[in-house]
């Protein structure tokens, strides 16, 4: 049983306009999330995280929503750009924080188009 | 200047062979992971080992062994492999188990024929 989906596999958008990633989580005891970005032939990279006590976090261009009663978070990219284009991965940090243990959903492929 | 590096980048084997992943972090980091990357693009988490020692075992088979010679190495055995072992397998690690950042791998695509 999955315990975090991310149920869109792809997503298009034109370049300059916004992209909305979604996830969903089963356990509301999950209080700490991370979207990882991964180019093919590479490793995820680390994008940007959320603590359950925020529901909005900011950098630059990508920002994350938490809605904690829907169990749901997103990544909202403005603009959109080509070199944005890649799979994107939420993860859900697993209690006890102290373990490092992440969750992955199975990934949304963006494509942003020129 | 790799920050994770992997070795082999690619592995072509035959069922029931025996083979190793090597991994090695050049960031000073405590905490190590492997992970596998199935055929339907799930990541999932095997080991991690915190400066040697082991912290997560998941439910993985004991045909894999995961040997940390060192903090800045943690390579994966594995014996006896089978084809639904066949997956790309990540290497990760972090400045300790607390942080949320993991530095990834290129990872290694392991296919058994």
């Known amino acids: 049983d999955q315990q975090v989906k991310q149920n869109s596999p792809s997503l298009s958008v034109q370049e300059g306009r916004i992209s909305i990633l979604n996830c969903d989580y089963t356990n509301s005891m999950f209080d700490y999330f991370l979207w990882y970005k991964k180019y093919p032939a590479e490793g995820p990279t680390f994008l940007i995280s959320i603590s359950s006590i925020k529901d909005k976090n900011e950098d630059g261009r990508f920002t994350v929503f938490l809605n904690k009663s829907a169990k749901h978070l997103s990544l909202h990219i403005v603009p959109s750009q080509p070199g944005d284009s890649a799979v994107y991965f939420c993860?859900?940090?697993?209690?006890?924080?102290?373990?490092?243990?992440?969750?992955f959903g199975q990934g949304t492929t963006l494509q942003v188009k020129p | 200047d790799t920050a994770v590096s992997q070795t082999p980048k690619y592995l072509v084997t035959q069922m029931g062979n025996d083979k190793s992943i090597k991994c090695e972090q050049n960031?000073?980091?405590?905490?190590m992971y492997w992970y596998k990357q199935d055929s339907k693009k799930f990541l999932k988490i095997m080991f991690s080992?915190?400066?040697?020692?082991?912290?997560i075992n998941e439910t993985v088979p004991n045909r894999f062994s995961p040997k940390s010679p060192d903090k800045a190495h943690l390579n994966l055995h594995i014996n006896s492999l089978e084809l639904g072992d066949s997956a790309v397998y990540f290497c990760a690690s972090s400045q300790d188990a607390s942080r949320d950042e993991q530095y990834f791998g290129p990872g290694t695509r392991l296919t058994v024929t």
């Open positions: 960031l000073g980091h405590d905490t």
């Open positions: 080992y915190n400066n040697k020692e082991l912290i």
């Open positions: 993860a859900v940090k697993i209690p006890p924080s102290n373990t490092g243990k992440l969750i």
